[in-house]
């Protein structure tokens, strides 16, 4: 059984298209969060959910929307796609523990 | 802003070496650090500290954290080319429910 997925798992467009990525989570967990891991994978937190509630807004621009449907999804769209948003995005989830438990990863590639 | 700096970046050993990677950072109201290990995909989770010098220990893992001197270290003895991966460590403050991570570091072992 799939613990966190995403989807798709990878993406390749064009600049300036609009595109989201999709999470979804089987454990039952209060919290969601995006990483963004670049080329040199450093990651880095973008945005965490609790309860459908949005608790963490890193300095992303705001081009990247996230949106939680219910605690066990948390999409991500990003508007107008430039060549530096490529990277891996990573949807995790955790229980108060902080023991995040990551999703396979969406490799976004943007020509 | 909270800080994780890991040593070292890269390293590469024979199999049945043993191994050391720190981790040390600055962090407000310190709440935990996690261990990470990333191959090819997600990062999964290895352990979580939260007291200092009560070593936590999985097979042939370990790691214990300091919290006078602000650092945690990974062990692991008798290294299998199983091991090779990014170890990443990551931070969490008492006052926000996220994780600052480090740049990992790129363990290869070889034959």
């Known amino acids: 059984d799939t613990a966190v997925s995403q989807t798709p798992k990878y993406l390749v467009t064009q600049m300036g298209n609009d595109k989201s990525i999709k999470c979804e989570q089987n454990l039952g967990h209060d919290t969601m969060y995006w990483y963004k891991q670049d080329s040199k994978k450093f990651l880095k937190i973008m945005f965490s959910y609790n309860n459908k509630e949005l608790i963490i807004n890193e300095t992303v621009p705001n081009r990247f929307s996230p949106k939680s449907p219910d605690k066990a999804h948390l999409n991500l769209h990003i508007n107008s796609l430039e060549l530096g948003d490529s990277a891996v995005y990573f949807c995790?989830?955790?229980?108060?523990?902080?023991?995040?438990?990551f999703g396979p990863g969406t490799r976004l590639t943007v020509t | 802003e909270d800080k994780v700096v890991q040593s070292p970046l890269s390293l590469v050993v024979h199999e049945g070496d043993t191994v050391t990677l720190n981790c040390s950072y600055e962090v407000t109201n310190f709440r935990s650090l996690l261990w990470y290990k990333q191959e090819k995909k997600a990062p999964t989770f290895l352990f979580m500290l939260t007291s200092s010098g009560i070593e936590k220990k999985s097979g042939r893992l370990s790691s214990i954290l300091d919290k006078k001197e602000l650092f945690s270290i990974l062990n692991i003895t008798a290294t299998q080319t199983g091991d090779s991966a990014i170890y990443l460590c990551?931070?969490?403050?008492?006052?926000?429910?996220?994780?600052?991570f480090g740049t990992g570091t790129r363990l290869q072992v070889t034959l």
């Open positions: 995790a989830s955790s229980q108060n523990t902080l023991e995040q438990y």
């Open positions: 990551a931070v969490e403050p008492g006052t926000a429910s996220k994780l600052t």
